[in-house]
């Protein structure tokens, strides 16, 4: 089944919170060499939050995130018209900030799963959290620069 992951996968590799860290980079470090996706709203979030970052802490993230992105197979999708309708008539998403409704709908549409480290996502059909479990490491060259990215603590 496909998978899709919101921003708070990718900024939950850099969370303040440990358990919440090692959970979201456990989660990408297991689908190294799968193909996952991301909406480009989702992607532009993280972007969005990395850039309020003072310059000194961007250049430590970027070349993890760079090279992730060219590692990974992350499929970058746009919204479809069937995504928008049912985000904006779906009653059981009323509930939830447009962005949310968006990413959720879209998921229920394509008829796959969406991973989240969102709470206000925790209890929605095909909303799954990661698994917990011992913090996993990236290949070697990769995990440097995660390691270097960890500048940013969000």
């Given at each position: 089944?496909?998978?899709?992951?919101?921003?708070?996968?990718?900024?939950?590799?850099h969370?303040?919170?440990?358990?919440?860290?090692?959970?979201?980079?456990?989660?990408i470090?297991?689908?190294?060499?799968?193909?996952?996706?991301m909406?480009?709203?989702?992607?532009?979030?993280?972007?969005?939050?990395?850039?309020?970052?003072?310059?000194?802490?961007?250049?430590?993230?970027?070349?993890?995130?760079?090279?992730?992105h060219?590692?990974?197979?992350?499929c970058?999708?746009?919204y479809?018209?069937?995504?928008?309708?049912?985000?904006?008539?779906?009653?059981?998403?009323?509930?939830?900030?447009?962005?949310?409704?968006?990413?959720?709908a879209?998921?229920?549409?394509q008829?796959?799963?969406?991973?989240?480290?969102?709470?206000?996502?925790?209890?929605?059909?095909?909303?799954?959290?990661?698994e917990?479990?011992k913090?996993?490491?990236?290949?070697l060259q990769l995990?440097?620069?995660?390691?270097?990215?960890?500048?940013?603590?969000?």
């Amino acid at each position: 089944m496909r998978e899709y992951i919101d921003a708070s996968i990718f900024l939950g590799m850099h969370s303040k919170n440990e358990k919440i860290r090692i959970v979201c980079k456990n989660y990408i470090v297991r689908r190294l060499n799968n193909q996952i996706s991301m909406s480009l709203e989702q992607i532009g979030i993280c972007d969005n939050i990395i850039w309020q970052y003072p310059r000194e802490q961007q250049d430590a993230y970027y070349p993890f995130m760079d090279n992730l992105h060219t590692i990974m197979n992350i499929c970058r999708v746009s919204y479809t018209e069937k995504d928008i309708r049912e985000a904006i008539k779906n009653p059981q998403l009323q509930d939830l900030n447009i962005s949310d409704r968006l990413t959720v709908a879209m998921v229920w549409v394509q008829g796959a799963e969406l991973y989240s480290v969102n709470p206000l996502l925790k209890c929605r059909d095909s909303v799954h959290f990661p698994e917990a479990g011992k913090e996993l490491t990236f290949p070697l060259q990769l995990e440097k620069l995660y390691q270097q990215s960890l500048a940013v603590r969000i």
